[in-house]
């Protein structure tokens, strides 16, 4: 069982850059559960302290994607490269740590490195399937190309 539960979380997070890559946004708000936070942080040097860009709610997460078209938006698409490094089970509570790498394409077809960081996923299996019930995308990139409000 520990294996099946273990592919099943690899498969979730990679799951959910296929989702942001493909826009499929309300697919993406489902892997989360009822309760799940998604947050967007970077560790300033020059401050000497963690910034938190995003730290949202499903909901709010929800909000933020169905309030997205309506906004001045970066045309280009992303791809993301995501390699789980490790994941930690205990019972129906699960901790995975991974990299990743997220790539953009714009409208001539020029693609470019876009930011790189980590996912920290504290994640629970309800009655269906594992959801992400925390997710913190620590990018090591600050200066970004083409800021958006999407995550990453």
């Not at 995975?96 to 790539?103: E, I």
């Not at 009655?127 to 990018?139: C, E, H, M």
Request: glycine residues 4%.
């Amino acid at each position: 069982m520990p294996d099946d539960d273990r592919e099943s979380i690899r498969t979730l997070i990679a799951r959910s850059g296929r989702l942001l890559d493909a826009g499929r946004f309300a697919e993406y708000v489902e892997l989360f559960a009822a309760d799940g936070r998604y947050q967007l942080e970077a560790h300033s040097s020059e401050i000497g302290r963690d910034m938190v860009w995003l730290s949202l709610d499903r909901a709010e997460l929800a909000d933020l994607f169905r309030e997205w078209p309506l906004h001045v938006r970066d045309a280009a698409t992303r791809t993301h490269l995501i390699a789980i490094d490790e994941i930690e089970l205990d019972g129906t509570h699960a901790r995975a740590l991974s990299t990743f790498a997220v790539y953009r394409t714009d409208e001539r077809g020029r693609s470019e490195f876009y930011c790189v960081g980590r996912y920290e996923d504290e994640l629970r299996a309800d009655a269906a399937a594992w959801k992400i019930n925390r997710r913190s995308a620590r990018l090591e990139t600050r200066l970004l190309v083409t800021p958006t409000p999407l995550p990453v």
